[in-house]
């Protein structure tokens, strides 16, 4: 595989009408109003030499928050690797776990806002989590990501008798 590499994780509950999966909303002005294929899985890139796991629950951790990825005992299904149309590679595993997403804190960037102007501004990397229904998931995923969502979304169909716990 050549290009960026970045790992992440497909976490999912059980939900009143079948699986709900955990979704990332991007900070930042760009992405402000965006809905529909603009959410993502929360990953991130892969350091030099780091074990794609321990990659996939560091960027979780960043993203949504220490305390939650603490609470993350797996197991840990590995995902077929996926390609980006703008040619970054992403490895994701599925795992079961009902967070309380009501404590999210995300990791900062900042940016020139508005652009030439000047200043620096600095924004959460996520604004958002939510547990979302799987057809709706499937709605709100960044494009790319969805060949991801729907290999976890056979997995889990695929699992009679899990309890997500």
């Known amino acids: 595989m050549t290009g960026p590499v970045s790992a992440g994780l ?3 509950r059980p939900g009143p009408s079948g699986p709900e999966i955990l979704l990332a909303h991007p900070g930042g002005p760009y992405w402000r ?8 899985i929360p990953k991130g890139l892969v350091e030099a030499g780091e074990d794609l796991l321990a990659a996939a629950r560091r960027e979780f951790a960043e993203e949504l928050g220490q305390e939650l990825d603490l609470e993350l ?6 995902l077929t690797p996926c390609k980006l149309p703008g ?9 079961a776990a009902d967070l309380d997403l009501s404590q999210l804190q995300s990791n900062l960037f900042e940016i020139e806002w508005p ?12 604004d ?8 709706a998931a499937l709605e709100k995923i960044h494009r790319g ?6 290999e976890a979304l056979l997995r889990i169909g695929g ?6 716990g």
């Open 33 to 40: 109003g965006k809905d529909a294929a603009a959410w993502s």
């Open 159 to 164: 699992e009679p008798g899990q309890d997500g």
């Open 10 to 12: 497909v976490v999912w």
């Open 128 to 135: 958002q989590a939510a547990y979302v229904a799987a057809e």
């Open 115 to 126: 652009p030439r102007s000047g200043r620096t501004q600095t924004f959460p990397e996520v």
């Open 87 to 95: 040619g970054k590679w992403v490895h994701a595993w599925l795992v």
């Open 145 to 150: 990501q969805r060949p991801i969502l729907e």
């Open 73 to 78: 005992d797996g197991p840990f299904v590995p």
